[in-house]
């Protein structure tokens, strides 16, 4: 069974500048999270997709991030324009039920770098 | 709101030694507390998590940890560590009853193992 995939490994853009990464959870999988790890400190929770809906996006730092999941596959989130403090490594994770209890798998992570 | 704490950065360990890592936590309600790892180039992977039920969880790669309910920890421990244990360790908590969607990491511990 494929794991969670991210799209790129590495992005270096400068500032001002619009990226888009992508993620693909496990297959089946109707729960899709967002997390970011900036400059070394914990990793932070963005948003929660179920099938193709925002059950959360409470951690989205401001709109220059949006979020999307068409279908209920894959999911892009989408940086415009970035700014510095928007450089970390942005995780994707799935799983199949949701809940306090259920573990979350997660992707390699997209390592963004603004110049 | 819930919170992790990873009071130490770095962790050196020799080689067939046990190791711990340590973590600490803070919920309103009673945690959910999740362990992951992350190796160089790689997603986090699911380690082991505490729900309900015995204290002592044990999970992959021979890792085991205590939920310790009155001293609000839940440290990672492994009886004789391998060099190939070297990564990044990450703990979380999601707290219940709450947003489900929100689990807080720790900021990450990272375990060299020396031959």
């Known amino acids: 069974e494929a794991g969670v995939t991210q799209f790129p490994s590495h992005s270096v853009i400068e500032k001002g500048q619009t990226v888009t990464l992508r993620c693909d959870p496990i297959?089946?999988?109707?729960?899709l999270y967002w997390y970011r790890r900036v400059m070394g400190k914990e990793i932070k929770f963005l948003l929660h997709?179920?099938?193709?809906?925002?059950?959360?996006e409470s951690g989205m730092p401001n709109n220059r991030f949006l979020a999307e999941r068409t279908g209920g596959t894959y999911s892009t989130l989408k940086v415009q324009p970035a700014e510095l403090e928007d450089s970390g490594v942005y995780f994707c994770?799935?799983?199949?039920?949701?809940?306090?209890?259920?573990?979350?798998?997660f992707g390699p992570g997209t390592r963004l770098t603004v110049l | 709101a819930q919170s992790v704490a990873q009071p130490e950065d770095q962790v050196n360990v020799a080689e067939g030694n046990p190791l711990t890592v340590k973590c600490t936590y803070s919920?309103?309600?009673?945690?959910?507390l999740f362990w992951y790892v992350q190796y160089p180039n790689r997603g986090l992977q699911f380690l082991l998590k505490?729900?309900?039920?015995?204290?002592l969880v044990k999970g992959s790669y021979g890792f085991e940890a205590e939920f310790n309910k009155s001293q609000t920890s839940f440290h990672l421990k492994k009886p004789s560590a391998l060099v190939s244990d070297s990564a990044l360790y990450f703990c979380?908590?999601?707290?219940?009853?709450?947003?489900?969607?929100?689990?807080?990491f720790g900021a990450g511990t990272r375990l060299t193992v020396k031959p």
């Open positions: 297959s089946g999988h109707d729960n």
């Open positions: 979380a908590v999601r707290d219940f009853p709450s947003n489900n969607n929100d689990m807080r």
């Open positions: 919920v309103s309600g009673n945690p959910y």
């Open positions: 997709f179920v099938k193709e809906s925002k059950q959360d």
């Open positions: 994770a799935s799983s199949p039920i949701g809940g306090v209890a259920d573990t979350q798998y």
């Open positions: 505490y729900i309900t039920g015995d204290n």
